[in-house]
């Protein structure tokens, strides 16, 4: 059974820098990524990681976020810099067995959460 389990959350000022992980378990999994959430919207998909390597994120984060895996490939990261208000969300690790194939679409295996608020 696949479990991911997402830490790092937390509260930061406008401009400052958050990591996130995620710890994968159960399977191996090929396309990972993480998603978020903020009150009242839909959940969007915000950076995603491919087994070659292959990186995807959104026009909103692109530039000041960085997705990454640990060489044992089963921790997942987010590096989130130059943080504004409006990043501020529940957000979420994701994972599929099969590959990103350049869609958002068919995560199937997904983290509890970790919140993330920025002030002004």
């Known amino acids: 059974q696949g479990q991911l389990v997402e830490s790092g959350g937390g509260s930061v000022q406008s401009g400052g820098s958050m990591r996130l992980s995620c710890a994968a378990s159960g399977y191996t999994y090929n396309c990972m990524g993480w998603f978020r959430q903020a009150p009242g919207k839909e959940r969007e998909g915000v950076a995603r990681l491919d087994p070659d390597g292959s990186r995807s994120y959104s026009d909103s984060v692109y530039g000041r976020f960085t997705i990454s895996k640990d060489s044992d490939k089963k921790t997942l990261h987010l590096q989130m810099n130059n943080l504004k208000p409006e990043d501020t969300a529940m957000y979420y690790c994701?994972?599929?067995?099969?590959?990103?194939?350049?869609?958002?679409?068919?995560?199937?295996?997904w983290g509890q959460g970790t919140q993330v608020t920025v002030s002004s």
């Open positions: 994701a994972a599929k067995r099969g590959y990103c194939g350049g869609t958002w679409g068919g995560f199937n295996y």
